[in-house]
């Protein structure tokens, strides 16, 4: 009778669990919106991509204040994305996105951020063009001290050589 009751028991729960697990993987559709770059110049072209099978229907789409409103396209498995080009007169910093997907939405505040002018790539963004004097220093000093070094290495081995064939 306790093996029955049990076995009820676990049945039951099993159902439970069986049938809630779809609705809720529902309710989190759409889910992970995510822009890049996450820093843009005016009139740079983003890419959000979005999780969830609802973003496949027909007038999916995102939003932002940032950028006219963009259609979804279907990427494959259960994810979509689109490729806004933010407005030229978008103000500088932080931007939400909003997605339209099925009749649900979901917004992710501060996704991107829009910074005037073009973006500060750091000592790689260099200005110069060619070769300075001072990377023609490093460089000339660095090929002497190969050639020296090269020079007394050739010359202990001949000596070691020397000296083994004498002895």
Do not use: Y
């Amino acid at each position: 009778m306790r093996t029955t009751r049990a076995l009820a028991v676990t049945m039951t729960a099993g159902a439970v669990l069986g049938l809630a697990a779809p609705t809720a993987s529902a309710w989190a559709d759409p889910s992970n919106i995510v822009a890049m770059p996450s820093v843009i110049p005016r009139g740079g072209q983003l890419t959000v991509t979005v999780d969830g099978s609802s973003c496949h229907a027909t007038g999916s789409k995102v939003t932002s204040d940032a950028f006219p409103d963009t259609p979804l396209k279907t990427m494959g498995g259960g994810t979509a994305s689109a490729n806004p080009i933010v407005h030229q007169h978008a103000s500088p910093g932080a931007h939400s996105i909003t997605v339209h997907c099925g009749g649900k939405t979901l917004n992710k505040p501060d996704a991107f951020t829009v910074i005037h002018g073009g973006v500060r790539g750091g000592l790689g963004g260099s200005s110069s063009a060619g070769a300075t004097s001072t990377d023609m220093a490093i460089g000339g000093a660095l090929v002497a001290a190969a050639v020296v070094g090269g020079g007394v290495f050739w010359m202990r081995r001949r000596s070691e050589n020397a000296a083994g064939r004498g002895a």
